[in-house]
């Protein structure tokens, strides 16, 4: 009686078809949404582009975009000012998020601990330029949420949008109450790494909840706060649908972030070249800020 052994290569071909034809829609997407949109800025930042004329020819002028946009002071306005709103707002929204991801890390109440993960989806879900519209309506003078409030304290009716302190402030709390939440939970993600046995010990050894925190969970939690640190950034650098459909970067230019000038660039004065010089500028700076969050926060347990 003769062993017959099924041959392998059809089978391996197979299975390699099979990968491909579950990998290539997801691959043809990305080349399309990210990939392809990315290399056409890269081109156009070396071109002199204008959108309004498309029949005028568009020659390779080297690196003249970048120079300009290095010596542009609007520019760097606006990434200053984007370079604050970072400062700002990540800040409050690790603090915030560490403290709802350690109540709701603590033992029993799961039934509540469950809502509470349920509420802070909500935000996440909220489109930005939803967001934004949501804010319109809070911090409007005349009948906003923020006014009634303050009148319930017999404090007089503030102009948020209208001034340019008080909207950079209410874009800061639009995004914190947004991204808050994403803090919160990527935060508890990292608690749940602590060892339970870590976490006894340690209890039994202190009653203090800040040591607790600061020498047990808090070198757990630096891969997340690092996650959090990137995408955030990234985020800020980026962020145009919440400021742009709240205060269309005014008033004058006090909430004009960096996405909201290179559009600006873009698509009203229609300098192509530039905006996609500046674009990549944001792309390297991105690159660079994470290889620094990675080196300086990030630890291995």
Same mark, same amino acid.
């Given at each position: 009686?003769?062993?017959?052994?099924?041959?392998?290569?059809?089978?391996?071909?197979?299975?390699?078809?099979?990968?491909?034809?579950?990998? $290539?829609?997801?691959? =043809? %997407? /990305?080349?399309? &949404?990210?990939?392809?949109?990315?290399?056409? #800025? !890269? +081109?156009?930042?070396?071109?002199?582009?204008?959108?309004?004329?498309?029949?005028?020819?568009?020659?390779?002028?080297?690196?003249?975009?970048?120079?300009?946009?290095?010596?542009?002071?609007?520019?760097?306005?606006?990434?200053?000012?984007?370079?604050?709103?970072?400062?700002?707002?990540?800040?409050?929204?690790?603090?915030?998020?560490?403290?709802?991801?350690?109540?709701?890390?603590?033992?029993?109440?799961?039934?509540?601990?469950?809502?509470?993960?349920?509420?802070?989806?909500?935000?996440?879900?909220?489109?930005?330029?939803?967001?934004?519209?949501?804010?319109?309506?809070?911090?409007?003078?005349?009948?906003?949420?923020?006014?009634?409030?303050?009148?319930?304290?017999?404090?007089?009716?503030?102009?948020?949008?209208?001034?340019?302190?008080? $909207?950079?402030?209410? =874009? %800061? /709390?639009?995004? &914190?109450?947004?991204?808050?939440?994403?803090? #919160? !939970? +990527?935060?508890?993600?990292?608690?749940?790494?602590?060892?339970?046995?870590?976490?006894?010990?340690?209890?039994?050894?202190?009653?203090?909840?800040?040591?607790?925190?600061?020498?047990?969970?808090?070198?757990?939690?630096?891969?997340?706060?690092?996650?959090?640190?990137?995408?955030?950034?990234?985020?800020?650098?980026?962020?145009?649908?919440?400021?742009?459909?709240?205060?269309?970067?005014?008033?004058?230019?006090?909430?004009?972030?960096?996405?909201?000038?290179?559009?600006?660039?873009?698509?009203?004065?229609?300098?192509?070249?530039?905006?996609?010089?500046?674009?990549?500028?944001?792309?390297?700076?991105?690159?660079?800020?994470?290889?620094?969050?990675?080196?300086?926060?990030?630890?291995?347990?």
């Amino acid at each position: 009686m003769s062993n017959h052994k099924k041959p392998v290569f059809p089978t391996l071909w197979n299975n390699t078809r099979a990968a491909f034809s579950f990998l $290539a829609p997801a691959t =043809v %997407a /990305l080349a399309l &949404i990210g990939i392809f949109p990315t290399v056409f #800025a !890269l +081109v156009n930042s070396f071109r002199q582009y204008n959108l309004a004329r498309p029949k005028d020819p568009t020659p390779f002028i080297g690196f003249d975009n970048y120079l300009n946009v290095l010596n542009d002071a609007s520019f760097w306005a606006a990434l200053g000012r984007t370079g604050l709103f970072l400062v700002t707002v990540v800040p409050i929204q690790l603090a915030l998020g560490l403290i709802i991801a350690l109540m709701l890390h603590k033992p029993g109440l799961s039934g509540f601990k469950l809502l509470a993960r349920m509420s802070l989806v909500i935000p996440l879900a909220t489109a930005p330029a939803v967001a934004g519209l949501i804010g319109r309506l809070i911090f409007n003078r005349d009948f906003g949420v923020a006014n009634a409030l303050l009148a319930m304290l017999n404090a007089g009716p503030v102009e948020w949008l209208g001034d340019t302190t008080n $909207a950079f402030i209410a =874009v %800061a /709390l639009m995004d &914190i109450w947004q991204w808050t939440p994403f803090c #919160a !939970l +990527v935060l508890l993600a990292g608690l749940t790494m602590v060892p339970n046995e870590i976490e006894e010990a340690a209890r039994l050894e202190t009653r203090s909840r800040w040591q607790i925190v600061r020498y047990v969970q808090l070198p757990f939690l630096l891969p997340s706060a690092t996650v959090i640190l990137i995408l955030r950034t990234a985020d800020i650098l980026k962020m145009f649908d919440t400021v742009f459909t709240m205060t269309r970067g005014g008033p004058g230019a006090a909430t004009e972030l960096v996405s909201v000038y290179i559009q600006r660039v873009g698509f009203r004065v229609f300098d192509q070249g530039v905006a996609s010089a500046q674009a990549i500028l944001m792309l390297i700076l991105t690159i660079i800020l994470a290889r620094l969050y990675i080196k300086f926060v990030y630890r291995e347990i």
